[in-house]
């Protein structure tokens, strides 16, 4: 083998590569947050704050980061989070990232403003598809987009219940940020898109676009509607305390995401990672706890894991790849964030997935104490 890309080394630099390509306002959208970008900052701050406890001697010849997530067998407990439109990074858009996802054996969650159609992403795909869904106030188009996931393969249905409407994004408030004309939500009737398309006053067209279609009534009530339109196993994205958890445990769902759509909706909201340990106690074992925001390493992988999430998604790291080389470019991060975690699982000493507990992770932050059972307060 010849020397390995310096590029292949860091994701920082797929940061950098993708910003100098794309134009100054996707790269706002893709990058921004909410308000003062605060909780955007937290979900990195709080992988930085924490420390892992390594063990020595334990036999790490073999590691194995593969999992079964709700039914699906997974090369890595590494996905990638649900992102609307990704033409506007790539002009194969959903297709190449689902490509790049099935090389790795890695889950994907393809958002419902996709800009591919939900047939040709299924068709790219050699892996497991999930569809996200927003509770759009035409319930008929909701239950048609549904129909169709379910036709094409996608194995279950995640609904994102942290945006009854659009944090303030200021960066695309400033740019006047609306979705170019040749980029569309093809999932979607168009005569309900045509906001997207429009920058408004002091605002943007997607932040107008879900004033108009979002339907902000949705309540814990509406839930059952959901499942008696299909079979597929229903994941809530967007959960942040242990009140929620409870609630979404009560209510029959089959998972949930600990996020806060990436510091994209209501700033000052608590890190993901500080999150994860409440809503983990709340829930049965049995329910898988996913984890978003600010995971761009195989150590913060680990961390999550080690504090009780079952998976990750990965969000921004997946658009700068998909910017730079569209399916290659994905390709190459997941593979490095996977290296990264094969590395992190050896020097750790817990060589499986199923190894990672509480115990690996320091409390607080720089002691060696470690603590009988999870706390809410590790690592904070
Ligand atoms: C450009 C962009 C578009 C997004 N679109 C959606 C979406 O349509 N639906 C959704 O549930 N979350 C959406 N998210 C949030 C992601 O699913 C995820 O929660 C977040 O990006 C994870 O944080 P990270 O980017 O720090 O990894 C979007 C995020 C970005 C950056
Ligand atoms: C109306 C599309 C919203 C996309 C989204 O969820 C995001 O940009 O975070």
Same mark, same amino acid.
Request: charged content about 20%.
């Given at each position: 083998?010849?020397?390995?890309?310096?590029?292949?080394?860091?994701?920082?630099?797929?940061?950098?590569?993708?910003?100098?390509?794309?134009?100054?306002?996707?790269?706002?959208?893709?990058?921004?947050?909410?308000?003062?970008?605060?909780?955007?900052?937290?979900?990195?701050?709080?992988?930085?704050?924490c420390r892992l406890r390594p063990r020595t001697l334990v036999d790490v010849s073999t590691t194995d980061q593969s999992l079964?997530?709700?039914?699906?067998?997974?090369?890595?407990p590494?996905?990638?989070?649900?992102?609307?439109?990704?033409?506007?990074?790539?002009?194969?858009?959903?297709?190449?990232?689902?490509?790049?996802?099935?090389?790795?054996?890695?889950?994907?969650?393809?958002?419902?403003?996709?800009?591919?159609?939900?047939?040709?992403?299924?068709?790219?795909?050699?892996?497991?598809? $999930?569809?996200? *869904?927003? %509770? /759009? @106030?035409? =319930?008929?188009? +909701?239950?048609? !987009?549904?129909?169709?996931?379910?036709? &094409?393969?996608?194995?279950?249905?995640?609904?994102?219940?942290?945006?009854?409407?659009?944090?303030?994004?200021?960066?695309?408030?400033?740019?006047?940020?609306?979705?170019?004309?040749?980029?569309?939500?093809?999932?979607?009737?168009?005569?309900?898109?045509?906001?997207?398309?429009?920058?408004?006053?002091?605002?943007?067209?997607?932040?107008?676009?879900?004033?108009?279609?979002?339907?902000?009534?949705?309540? $814990?009530?509406? *839930?059952? %509607? /959901? @499942?008696? =339109?299909?079979? +597929?196993?229903? !994941?809530?994205?967007?959960?942040?305390? &242990?009140?929620?958890?409870?609630?979404?445990?009560?209510?029959?769902?089959?998972?949930?995401?600990?996020?806060?759509?990436?510091?994209?909706?209501?700033?000052?909201?608590?890190?993901?990672?500080?999150?994860?340990?409440?809503?983990?106690?709340?829930?049965?074992?049995?329910?898988?706890?996913?984890?978003?925001?600010?995971?761009?390493t195989g150590t913060d992988v680990a961390l999550a894991i080690a504090l009780g999430?079952?998976?990750? *998604?990965?969000?921004?790291?997946?658009?700068?790849? +998909?910017?730079?080389?569209?399916?290659?470019?994905?390709?190459?991060?997941?593979?490095?964030?996977k290296a990264e975690l094969d590395d992190t699982l050896a020097l750790l000493g817990r060589p499986r997935l199923a190894d990672l507990d509480h115990t690996a992770v320091a409390r607080?932050a720089g002691s060696a104490a470690p603590l009988a059972t999870p706390?809410?307060?590790q690592c904070?």
């Amino acid at each position: 083998m010849g020397p390995v890309e310096p590029a292949d080394l860091d994701s920082t630099y797929f940061e950098a590569a993708a910003r100098a390509r794309l134009p100054a306002d996707i790269w706002d959208f893709m990058q921004g947050g909410s308000g003062a970008e605060r909780t955007l900052a937290a979900n990195r701050a709080q992988f930085e704050h924490c420390r892992l406890r390594p063990r020595t001697l334990v036999d790490v010849s073999t590691t194995d980061q593969s999992l079964t997530l709700l039914g699906s067998r997974l090369r890595t407990p590494i996905g990638i989070a649900p992102m609307a439109y990704h033409q506007l990074f790539h002009p194969e858009g959903e297709v190449a990232t689902a490509r790049a996802a099935g090389r790795a054996g890695a889950v994907m969650v393809a958002g419902i403003f996709a800009s591919r159609t939900l047939e040709a992403i299924a068709e790219a795909a050699t892996g497991p598809l $999930w569809l996200q *869904l927003y %509770w /759009l @106030r035409r =319930r008929d188009a +909701l239950a048609a !987009v549904v129909e169709r996931a379910e036709a &094409a393969g996608f194995r279950a249905l995640v609904l994102t219940v942290d945006a009854p409407r659009i944090g303030r994004r200021l960066r695309d408030a400033r740019n006047g940020f609306a979705v170019p004309a040749h980029i569309r939500a093809v999932n979607l009737d168009q005569t309900l898109m045509a906001a997207s398309h429009r920058s408004g006053q002091g605002s943007s067209g997607i932040a107008e676009h879900a004033r108009e279609q979002f339907d902000p009534s949705l309540t $814990w009530a509406d *839930l059952s %509607w /959901l @499942r008696e =339109r299909s079979s +597929l196993p229903i !994941v809530l994205k967007g959960i942040l305390t &242990a009140e929620d958890a409870r609630l979404a445990a009560e209510h029959g769902v089959d998972a949930v995401v600990v996020s806060n759509h990436g510091g994209r909706q209501l700033d000052g909201a608590l890190p993901t990672l500080a999150a994860l340990p409440e809503v983990v106690a709340a829930v049965p074992p049995t329910l898988p706890v996913l984890l978003d925001g600010g995971v761009r390493t195989g150590t913060d992988v680990a961390l999550a894991i080690a504090l009780g999430a079952r998976a990750v *998604l990965i969000g921004r790291p997946v658009l700068w790849g +998909l910017a730079v080389d569209g399916e290659e470019g994905v390709a190459r991060i997941l593979a490095l964030l996977k290296a990264e975690l094969d590395d992190t699982l050896a020097l750790l000493g817990r060589p499986r997935l199923a190894d990672l507990d509480h115990t690996a992770v320091a409390r607080p932050a720089g002691s060696a104490a470690p603590l009988a059972t999870p706390t809410p307060d590790q690592c904070r």
